[in-house]
T-cell receptor
Framework: GENVEQHPSTLSVQEGDSAVIKCTYS??????FPWYKQELGKRPQLIID?????GEKKDQRIAVTLNKTAKHFSLHITETQPEDSAVYFC????????????FGAGTRLFVKA | EADIYQTPRYLVIGTGKKITLECSQT?????MYWYQQDPGMELHLIHY???????EKGDLSSESTVSRIRTEHFPLTLESARPSHTSQYLC???????????FGNGTRLTVT
């Protein structure tokens, strides 16, 4: 079955610096890769997503890149702010078997003011 | 307002009890999911459904069951609760293939 690995598990950056989180997936049939942000005590919320026919997508300070050949995708946050502090999850969705969605283990991002 | 609702928000029960966690969505989504998550930790897929009368098992499904009789409703049942079931349970739904998941606020379960 699909397996998603996410690194690092914890990331601490200074306000204004960039943060990069990396994920790899195992099943080449996965074709949809969303990223979620979860603040303390709240539900995960989608921040950006990318489909397998696209290599890069950007939304203001957030960007995601996808390398299908290597089966990895990354989240890039530029000009980080304290409110970016949260747990970030990557996920991969398989189109077969009902669009099973598997999550990475999460990255806890701390942005120091 | 179209959303996904979970009840109860908090539940404390004794070992061996049978419980059902409720999840309903008013967005007309075909796909629904149950995840188990300890606070801030990994989300483990328990069950998912891609439509009425269709359910599939995830990685942690062996101690629970689900049903999908109506599009909007996807309850999760633990036949005999154990302390190892203490966790947060998140329900989610999605419009279709390759669509983002919308999560409910979760049920925090404590089994004593």
């Amino acid at each position: 079955g699909e397996n998603v690995e996410q690194h690092p598990s914890t990331l601490s950056v200074q306000e204004g610096d960039s943060a990069v989180i990396k994920c790899t997936y195992s099943d080449s049939a996965s074709n949809y890769f969303p990223w979620y942000k979860q603040e303390l005590g709240k539900r995960p919320q989608l921040i950006i997503d990318i489909r397998s026919n696209v290599g890069e997508k950007k939304d203001q300070r957030i960007a995601v890149t996808l390398n299908k050949t290597a089966k990895h995708f990354s989240l890039h946050i530029t000009e980080t702010q304290p409110e970016d502090s949260a747990v970030y999850f990557c996920a991969a969705s398989l189109p077969t078997g009902g669009f099973k969605t598997i999550f990475g283990a999460g990255t806890r991002l701390f942005v120091k003011a | 307002e179209a959303d996904i609702y979970q009840t109860p928000r908090y539940l404390v029960i004794g070992t061996g009890k049978k419980i059902t966690l409720e999840c309903s969505q008013t967005m007309g989504h075909d796909k629904m999911y149950w995840y188990q998550q300890d606070p801030g930790m990994e989300l483990h897929l328990i069950h998912y459904s891609y439509g009425v009368n269709s359910t599939e098992k995830g990685d942690l499904s062996s101690e629970s069951t689900v049903s999908r009789i109506r599009t909007e409703h996807f309850p999760l049942t633990l036949e005999s609760a154990r302390p190892s079931h203490t966790s947060q349970y998140l329900c989610a739904s999605a419009q279709g293939g390759g669509s983002p998941l919308h999560f409910g606020n979760g049920t925090r379960l404590t089994v004593t």
